[in-house]
């Protein structure tokens, strides 16, 4: 078994940056893709980006390409979300998610609100 546990999340301004960090503990060596999703009020979940172990492919949203930049340090144990020019439409829960031994783990998900 793995526990994740976010971090990195708050308040911005439009434009602004924001780095989230995932870390993984427990069977770290198990662990095998990486990702990162979110949920907006009212909204269904949404993966916003997706790493392998190796790191290569990377996967991304349409909607935060070019902005949103996801890498992870297996020596560290971190899987981490670059944010750069937020929009208000960023504003939501983001989690973080790992696949182990054919489950899915969750962090507790970390709060980010953009605003004008």
């Known amino acids: 078994q793995v526990q994740l546990a976010e971090s990195g999340g708050g308040s911005v301004q439009t434009g602004g940056s924001l780095r989230l960090s995932c870390v993984i503990s427990?069977?770290?060596?198990?662990?095998?893709?990486g990702a990162w999703y979110r949920q907006a009020p009212g909204k269904e979940r949404e993966l916003v980006a997706r790493?392998?172990?190796?790191?290569?492919?990377?996967e991304y949203a349409v909607s935060v390409k070019g902005r949103f930049t996801i890498s992870r340090d297996n020596d560290k144990n971190r899987v981490d979300l670059q944010m750069d020019n937020l929009r208000r439409e960023s504003t939501a829960v983001y989690y973080c998610?790992?696949?182990?031994?054919?489950?899915?783990?969750w962090g507790q998900g970390t709060q980010v609100t953009v605003s004008a």
């Open positions: 998610c790992a696949s182990a031994e054919g489950l899915d783990y």
């Open positions: 427990g069977k770290t060596w198990t662990v095998g893709p």
């Open positions: 790493i392998t172990r190796g790191g290569v492919p990377r």
